[in-house]
């Protein structure tokens, strides 16, 4: 039997009143138990609070339990994840994957967000009494060869590492009977495209395929007729940034009050992000703030996966209140309570702003998205936010100004310096044999070329 069009399940029979008075005084369903999910997953989700669905879920859940190909449109923190977590579990409970030959795969674009999903999924795959894994570069080949080798029921797994651990004899896709890519845009961005179309080649042609993205353009629509059959499309975000609960300002500042400006915006009190174009100029930045008493994690491609973990453990629990990020490296981050996102250096374009202030206004919070702009920047920027269909507040400010506090909630820093912690400085480490050295302020390599394996 094949899992894609599985029928829906017929009205349960209606039980005469005048027999069984009782029936009629029970409470209909709400919230998740509505849905149809399984007790344990309903004890889980309340015991972590989570009670009622969002509006992604409330549409999606209902055709992945029929077994229908569902496409998902929604904007980064509108939980995707229990979309397609909570029903993707329900149907496989009660299965025992065979050793290296995984029953449902999660496609992720980056480290931090494969671990993110897989933190989500495996208690509740434990209820079930399931097994869900990550397998991602940057990270030992011999646990997750392990795991494999025990049977993994639920893979979330980077496109590189997959392909590398299929290559090795470690893992076949021939009995996935789900598979999710979620954050489809991104991957295609980051130029997995190929990658994932070669991974999805692999899965049974009969099996269900779901597919999240925050857009759906000419890349993702080409997964889309390839790999999906009548899939039933869900769109519960406006394409553009439009968020209510998320309010956008573009700073005029002068040239040679920049760095003040930045210094107060990080010494605010609630949890922030700053985002600039490349990998030097992350370690640069923390580096000053260090010298005005402001403690910055940095997150970028070039540092080891121990420290990019490490990094974003101590900004999701609270040890440290500012992260300075790349795009690329910040494509997992996704942390609540992110109440300013900062835009250091202008985007490149309208995705990437889209992108950058999406780690803001998640699952229904307010948060405020700033652009720093220079005198020159000024026509370029102007124009992209109109491509991202945004509009922003514009404000001349100088570092000691009371508009900049208002908005920001901008403070002067301590001054008193703090000792970082001794970072990696990847563009000084000797390159991999076989390998190019990476240049300063590049932060992964471009398309993949013939022959060449990408780790993400």
Not at 202 to 212: C, D, I, K, N, V
């Amino acid at each position: 039997m094949t899992l894609r069009h599985a029928p829906r399940l017929a009205p349960a029979h209606r039980t005469d009143p005048r027999t069984f008075p009782s029936v009629l005084d029970q409470p209909e369903p709400a919230g998740f138990a509505a849905l149809g999910l399984p007790r344990p997953l309903l004890r889980t989700l309340g015991r972590q609070e989570i009670t009622e669905p969002f509006p992604i879920q409330l549409a999606t859940i209902p055709d992945v339990l029929a077994g229908r190909d569902v496409l998902g449109r929604g904007r980064t923190g509108s939980g995707k994840t229990l979309a397609f977590g909570l029903p993707l579990l329900t149907r496989l409970a009660g299965a025992k994957a065979a050793p290296r030959h995984p029953e449902a795969l999660v496609l992720v674009p980056t480290r931090e967000l494969a671990m993110q999903v897989n933190d989500v999924l495996a208690p509740l795959a434990r209820e079930l009494g399931l097994f869900s894994r990550t397998a991602v570069g940057g990270t030992s080949y011999d646990k997750q060869i392990r795991d494999l080798r025990r049977g993994v029921d639920v893979l979330v797994a980077t496109p590189g590492r997959l392909a590398d651990l299929i290559e090795r004899g470690e893992c076949s896709l021939d009995r996935i009977r789900i598979t999710v890519v979620d954050e489809a845009d991104q991957m295609c961005d980051l130029g997995f495209l190929p990658d994932v179309t070669a991974l999805l080649a692999q899965t049974p042609p009969a099996g269900q395929r779901l597919l999240f993205s925050a857009t759906l353009d000419k890349d993702v629509d080409s997964l889309v007729r390839q790999f999906m059959t009548d899939p039933v499309t869900h769109e519960v975000d406006p394409a553009s940034s439009s968020v209510s609960t998320m309010a956008h300002h573009l700073l005029l500042v002068p040239p040679g009050e920049k760095g003040d400006i930045i210094a107060r915006i990080a010494a605010r009190r609630g949890r922030t992000i700053m985002f600039v174009r490349t990998q030097l100029a992350v370690d640069r930045l923390v580096e000053q703030l260090a010298v005005v008493g402001v403690v910055a994690g940095g997150l970028h491609g070039g540092k080891s996966q121990a420290v990019r973990t490490r990094t974003l453990a101590e900004f999701r629990e609270g040890r440290v209140d500012v992260l300075v990020a790349t795009d690329v490296a910040a494509r997992g981050i996704h942390v609540d309570g992110v109440s300013l996102v900062v835009h250091i250096d202008p985007p490149k374009d309208a995705k990437d702003y889209l992108h950058r202030a999406g780690r803001t206004a998640r699952a229904g919070e307010s948060g405020t998205v700033v652009t720093l702009v220079l005198p020159r920047q000024r026509a370029g920027t102007f124009s992209l936010l109109e491509r991202a269909g945004v509009t922003a507040a514009r404000t001349q400010v100088r570092a000691a100004a009371p508009e900049l506090a208002e908005v920001t909630g901008a403070r002067e820093p301590s001054g008193v310096p703090v000792v970082p912690r001794p970072a990696e400085a990847p563009h000084n480490r000797p390159p991999r044999a076989g390998r190019p050295a990476r240049q300063p302020g590049q932060d992964r390599p471009a398309g993949r070329t013939t022959g060449v394996r990408r780790r993400p």
